[in-house]
T-cell receptor, first 113, second 111 residues
């Protein structure tokens, strides 16, 4: 089944404890992206990647890191999480070029206490 | 001004009627325009893509684009209770991989 897989689905962590949210897609998509979704603010792009080793900042990159060492994987790293990073996170992927909308993963609900 | 603006709703439409959802965007360079549907507690799902002025129809859905007015709309004909969801408008900004979303319009179809 073609899909974007994120893990974990739910995570509660403490301030300052480094964490990684994994994302993998099996559709051979070139583009991958991370979004966070907050009530009243909608979906905001954190980072996006156009291909292996090519990444760029979205609108809210502060406090996050990404890497794209393989085409299928695009992990999101929070080096020192803070409570304002409590959010619902979505990974997404698509083929390159315009006209191919993102396919989203199931989401990761992160709570930082 | 937000880059992609939508009325948050809720928009209440009787079953069988036409639901009309609207979106405006600020970047005249945007070339790709998307409509996503998001059910409560679920991830966004792509339902329509449009890139040229005019209408594009897919089943009960019609997307309309007017680049001069920087306006995108989604019409849902013969609305069903299963259409009740939040509808997200999205546009690219610069790169095809940089996609900006509106905050969404909550649609409720009443039986």
């Amino acid at each position: 089944e073609a899909q974007v897989t994120q893990n974990p689905r739910y995570l509660i962590t403490v301030t300052g404890k480094k964490l990684t949210v994994t994302c993998s897609q099996n559709m051979n998509h070139e583009y991958m992206s991370w979004y966070r979704q907050d009530p009243g603010l909608g979906l905001r792009q954190i980072y996006y990647s156009m291909n292996v080793e090519v990444t760029d900042k979205g609108d809210v990159p502060e406090g996050y890191k990404v890497s794209r060492k393989e085409k299928r994987n695009f992990p999101l790293i929070l080096e020192s999480p803070s409570p304002n990073q409590t959010s619902l996170y979505f990974c997404a992927s698509s083929f390159a070029g315009s006209g191919y909308g993102y396919t989203f993963g199931s989401g990761t609900r992160l709570t930082v206490v | 001004q937000k880059e992609v603006e939508q009325n948050s709703g809720p928009l209440s439409v009787p079953e069988g009627a036409i639901a009309s959802l609207n979106c405006t965007y600020s970047d005249r360079g945007s070339q790709s325009f998307f409509w996503y549907r998001q059910y409560s507690g679920k991830s966004p799902e792509l339902i329509m893509f449009i890139y040229s002025n005019g209408d594009k129809e897919d089943g009960r859905f019609t997307a309309q684009l007017n680049k001069a007015s920087q306006y995108v709309s989604l019409l849902i004909r013969d609305s069903q209770p299963s259409d009740s969801a939040t509808y997200l408008c999205a546009v690219n900004k610069g790169s095809a991989s940089k996609i900006i979303f509106g905050s969404g319009t909550r649609l409720s179809i009443r039986p």
